[in-house]
T-cell receptor, first 113, second 113 residues
Framework: DQQVKQNSPSLSVQEGRISILNCDYT??????FLWYKKYPAEGPTFLIS?????DKNEDGRFTVFLNKSAKHLSLHIVPSQPGDSAVYFC????????????FGEGTQLTVNP | DAMVIQNPRYQVTQFGKPVTLSCSQTLNHNVMYWYQQKSSQAPKLLFHYYDKDFNNEADTPDNFQSRRPNTSFCFLDIRSPGLGDAAMYLC????????????FGDGTRLSIL
């Protein structure tokens, strides 16, 4: 049972444009969400997070939006840069589960010069 | 730099031959995690340690064991690897339970002959 889903395995955008990566979840008990970025041959690195009490969190070029009623979150990158090309993982956790994360399958973002 | 280090980066073992993967951290984090990631799938949590307190996931096979002899080191032992155990194994740490992002190592790619 995949509780966190990233339905787009890949996304290709032009440098300078906006990248929008989407993530859906099924468990309404999730109360904290994170995005990780992974380059080839490296481990995932933390990018940005959002608590369920918020609907938006921004950090530089990265903004995460949370729509609790739709059980949907998205990561916006603007402007996109070629160095943003990586696999992006969405992850979610429940307060009652300590720090256990449930990950999505990842979306490969390619930013073309 | 403080970090999470996994050794080896690539491991080849024979079907049924025990293998041990290693993780060390210089972050002095209380929590250490082991994930299994198969190609194009989400990382799946196998177990984690909160200090010396071992927490196994319900669906982690008995074939997988872990040891944490001290704060800095954590080992993943696969007692009798099968072909289905070929995967990337990721170690991660976090400071405490709760909304602290996990810091990942670069992983060990395990192949089974």
């Amino acid at each position: 049972d995949q509780q966190v889903k990233q339905n787009s395995p890949s996304l290709s955008v032009q440098e300078g444009r906006i990248s929008i990566l989407n993530c859906d979840y099924t468990n309404s008990m999730f109360d904290y969400f994170l995005w990780y970025k992974k380059y080839p041959a490296e481990g995932p690195t933390f990018l940005i997070s959002i608590s369920s009490i918020k609907d938006k969190n921004e950090d530089g070029r990265f903004t995460v939006f949370l729509n609790k009623s739709a059980k949907h979150l998205s990561l916006h990158i603007v402007p996109s840069q070629p160095g943003d090309s990586a696999v992006y993982f969405c992850a979610a956790k429940k307060e009652t589960s300590g720090s256990r994360l449930t990950f999505g399958e990842g979306t490969q973002l390619t930013v073309n010069p | 730099d403080a970090m999470v280090i996994q050794n080896p980066r690539y491991q080849v073992t024979q079907f049924g031959k025990p293998v041990t993967l290693s993780c060390s951290q210089t972050l002095n984090h209380n929590v250490m995690y082991w994930y299994q990631q198969k190609s194009s799938q989400a990382p799946k949590l196998l177990f984690h340690y909160y200090d010396k307190d071992f927490n196994n996931e319900a669906d982690t096979p008995d074939n997988f064991q872990s040891r944490r002899p001290n704060t800095s080191f954590c080992f993943l032992d696969i007692r009798s690897p099968g072909l289905g155990d070929a995967a990337m194994y990721l170690c991660a740490t976090s400071k405490i339970r709760g909304n602290q992002p996990q810091h990942f190592g670069d992983g060990t790619r395990l192949s089974i002959l």
